[in-house]
């Protein structure tokens, strides 16, 4: 996929950044190959499961990415912390 077919609404992201930042949420998004790698993390005593499900935020980050949800690799908190972060194909998405 190239760049241009990659259509990022950055305006949309920082809205999501900033919504997340209110409760205590990161969000960084980096450009891998064809597709994202998306994480959030959470500040210290921020609740780490009280992410909306990673299949709705998925979707949403598909719209704002400009991908198909399958080029887009999420990671949580509390994920394993291997530096990739899980596939949501790998959990059934």
């Known amino acids: 996929m190239t760049s241009e077919a990659m259509m990022r609404d950055d305006a949309r992201l920082e809205q999501m950044r900033a919504t997340l930042a209110v409760d205590g949420y990161h969000l960084s998004v980096d450009e891998a190959g064809s597709g994202f790698d ?7 005593g921020t609740c780490a499961d009280c ?3 990673k299949q709705a935020m998925a979707s949403m980050l598909q719209a704002v990415l400009g991908v198909d949800r399958d080029a887009i ?10 530096g990739s972060g899980p596939d949501l194909t790998e959990k059934g998405a």
């Not at 998306?38 to 210290?44: F, K, L």
């Not at 690799?73 to 291997?82: F, N």
Request: charge should be negative; proline fraction near 15%.
């Open 51 to 53: 992410l909306i499900p």
């Open 38 to 44: 998306v994480r959030i993390t959470a500040d210290p």
């Open 73 to 82: 690799r999420l990671s949580y908190p509390g994920d394993a912390d291997d």
